[in-house]
């Protein structure tokens, strides 16, 4: 075997060992969906909208989730201020291509709502979120693109483009920030018709008990001049709560857990 045989064979095994280093776009995407997370989690939740003139309602929240196999189950309720006291929200999310199952307790009603699926797009609360965003999207409900790598707040990043397979009123694509090897998003763009519609941006984050925690991030609506700021405090793991607190029934006793 002569020299340029040899240094031919080791080119191609390195280009092969590089590729393979380099994830798919589907499985950046997968690895933010599968990212330990605790098998339960409680935080207390601050919510500031701001609207187009610069004025800012504040809410607070308490927030409970579970893992549960291939699904994972979230729990809300505003305990400030006093107009939307006691509201509760349901969120289960799946794996997969499945809806999430979503519903909301309005205490001036007494009574508990499903949020159907062509609201999900519908303003979470009043705020710059959506039903859709308070859920956990499955990496399968789009297809996704590699875009390349960028440098986004001093961490190197994942750029992966997403087109949701069902056409979806609120946004055609979106482009994430990922960054790497630890799988978080450190940015989200929604676009429709080749506008840039919405940002999320991640402010802050920490890593508590082992488990990268957000809590600083702002949703802005660019078409309206509004942003949605949320703040997570007091978080804890793994307090191993009853399955039934996930439940349309505790959405009507309230937050006791």
């Known amino acids: 075997m002569n020299k340029k045989t040899i240094l031919l064979g080791m080119t191609l095994l390195l280009t092969t060992a590089l590729s393979a280093a380099v994830p798919t776009a589907y499985e950046v995407m997968k690895n933010v969906a599968d990212r330990p997370t605790g098998e339960d989690m409680k935080a207390d939740l601050s919510m500031e909208i701001m609207n187009s003139k610069g004025k800012v309602r504040e809410r607070e929240i308490v927030q409970i989730r579970q893992d549960d196999g291939d699904m994972e189950k979230k729990l809300m309720f505003f305990t400030a201020p006093s107009d939307v006291k006691d509201t509760g929200f349901l969120s289960i999310s799946y794996d997969g291509e499945r809806d999430d199952d ?108 082992g488990i990268y925690v957000i809590t600083d991030m702002v949703m802005k609506n660019l078409d309206k001049g509004t942003q949605t700021r949320i703040l997570m405090d007091n978080v804890t793991f793994n307090n191993d709560f009853d399955p039934d607190l996930f439940s349309e029934r505790q959405l009507k006793i309230g937050p006791r857990f």
Not at 141 to 154: I, P, R, Y
């Open 102 to 209: 979503q519903w909301i307790y309005l205490p001036a009603l007494k009574r508990v709502k499903r949020i159907a699926s062509s609201n999900k797009n519908d303003s979470f609360m009043g705020s710059d979120f959506t039903y859709d965003d308070m859920g956990t999207r499955s990496p399968d409900k789009d297809t996704h693109t590699m875009l390349g790598t960028e440098n986004v707040g001093g961490f190197e990043c994942y750029v992966v483009e997403s087109i949701p397979k069902t056409s979806n009123k609120e946004f055609d694509r979106t482009v994430s920030y990922v960054v790497k090897d630890e799988w978080f998003g450190m940015k989200k763009e929604y676009y429709n018709e080749g506008e840039k519609v919405r940002e999320l941006t991640i402010n802050e984050f920490e890593k508590i008990d």
